[in-house]
Nanobody, 125 residues
Framework: QVQLVETGGGLVQAGGSLRLSCAAS????????VAWFRQDPGKEREFVASISWNGGSTYYVDSVKGRFTISRDNAKNTVYLQMNSLKPEDTGVYYC??????????????????WGQGTQVTVSS
């Protein structure tokens, strides 16, 4: 069993930056692919970025390419999402998810086995 805890959310002005962290319990976390999703009230949860078990592969939704960077430190059982040049449309609850398979998938929610509780990100204009 893996438990995921997201931190680092908050209120920031447009153009600002935040770094989210996803801390995991469990010795096997380092073998899992991990993704970030986000959800605005009234909207479906959407894929943001994913990273393979060793960090060798990453994948981003087009709207965040060049602004967000996903990374991981397996020694610390933590995955990060560095968010720069934030826009109001980046607002939402950000969720960390992990899948038992180490390779990144296609960005589908069903591919992921474990989920965190989420952290709120609010970008003001």
């Amino acid at each position: 069993q893996v438990q995921l805890v997201e931190t680092g959310g908050g209120l920031v002005q447009a153009g600002g930056s935040l770094r989210l962290s996803c801390a995991a319990s469990g010795r096997t976390f380092s073998s899992y692919a991990v993704a970030w999703f986000r959800q605005d009230p009234g909207k479906e949860r959407e894929f943001v970025a994913s990273i393979s078990w060793n960090g060798g592969s990453t994948y981003y939704v087009d709207s965040v390419k060049g602004r967000f960077t996903i990374s991981r430190d397996n020694a610390k059982n933590t995955v990060y999402l560095q968010m720069n040049s934030l826009k109001p449309e980046d607002t939402g609850v950000y969720y960390c998810a992990a899948r038992i398979i180490g390779a990144i998938g296609w960005g589908l929610m069903d591919e992921y086995d474990y989920w965190g509780q989420g952290t709120q990100v609010t970008v003001s204009s």
